[in-house]
C-alpha cells in the first residue's frame, strides 16, 4: 500500500489519543494520529515523524501521522494499514486457490477482519498490528484488549465448526527476530493466544517492508507462544 504527499516532521506533543503536535516547515501543526494506542516508546519529543496529506482537504486536520523513526528503524503505526497489506498480500496469492476474500464478515458475536474461500476450504482470519518492538523481539498487545481475547475464543469457536482460522500479526517494521505475546502487559491475551494454537487456530507473524510513502507484507517471523 502506498500514501500520497508524505512529508517528515518533527514531533513535539500528543494532548489526546486522537491527535499530536508536530513541528512542520518551521511552524507548528496539529495532525490526526491514525493509532489510538499508547504508541508511549514512539512517540517521544523530538522524533522525526512522517505524515500523510489527508484526502479531505476541507478537513479540520490536514496531516495523517502515518510512521515514526525509533532510532534507526522506521516503524507504521498506521492502525488501518494491517488489514490493506495483508489483503493485498491474500489476494495476490498468500492464500493459495482463493475465490472469495470478504472483509468485515460477521460471525457468531464478533466481526473478523476477513471471511475467505477456496475450492476446498474457507476460514477467517482477524488481524492484528503490531508496533512495539523491545531488544529485537515484536510483542502484542501494547495495552490491554478484551476485544482482542474476545476474538481468539470466537476463532476457536470457528475452528470447531470446521472453518479454518487464523490470526495474523502485521510487524509494522523489520528486521524482528521473533514475535510473541506481551504476557506483561496483558497475560489474559497471551494465554487465550496459546489456548487458540492449541485448539487449531493458526497463528501467523510477518514483518513489514517499511518506507515513508508505503508498507509491504513481508517475512515471517518465528513465533514465541
Not at 49 to 66: K, S
Not at 89 to 99: H, I, K, N, S, Y
Request: charged share 25%; glycine share 8%.
Amino acid at each position: 500500500m502506498r500514501y500520497a504527499q508524505v512529508v517528515p516532521a518533527r514531533f513535539l506533543a500528543r494532548p489526546n489519543r486522537f491527535i499530536a503536535q508536530v513541528e512542520l516547515a518551521g511552524r507548528e501543526e496539529t495532525v490526526h494520529v491514525k493509532n489510538t494506542g499508547r504508541c508511549r516508546e514512539l512517540l517521544v519529543p523530538g522524533a522525526t515523524v512522517y505524515l500523510a496529506a489527508a484526502e479531505n482537504p476541507a478537513r479540520r486536520t490536514r496531516y495523517d501521522l502515518i510512521a515514526v523513526e525509533k532510532g534507526p528503524r522506521l516503524i507504521n503505526m498506521d492502525a488501518q494499514a494491517p488489514n490493506r497489506v495483508f489483503g493485498e498480500w491474500a489476494a495476490g496469492g498468500g492464500l493459495p486457490g482463493l475465490t472469495l476474500l470478504r472483509p468485515e464478515t460477521t460471525w457468531g458475536s464478533s466481526r473478523f477482519d476477513f471471511y475467505w474461500e477456496s475450492a476446498r476450504e474457507r476460514g477467517f482470519v482477524e488481524v492484528k498490528g503490531v508496533t512495539l518492538e523491545v531488544d529485537g523481539g515484536a510483542y502484542f498487545p501494547d495495552a490491554p484488549t478484551q476485544r482482542g481475547v474476545k476474538h481468539l475464543h470466537e476463532l476457536i469457536r470457528a475452528r470447531e465448526a470446521g472453518y479454518r482460522a487464523a490470526v495474523c500479526f502485521v510487524i509494522q517494521t523489520r528486521p524482528v527476530d521473533f514475535f510473541a505475546p506481551n504476557d506483561a502487559t496483558h497475560p489474559q491475551f497471551g494465554q487465550a493466544l496459546r489456548e487458540a494454537a492449541e485448539a487449531g487456530v493458526e497463528v501467523w507473524a510477518y514483518d513489514c517492508a517499511v518506507a515513508p510513502d508505503r508498507l509491504t507484507l513481508g517475512d515471517a517471523v518465528p513465533l514465541r507462544l
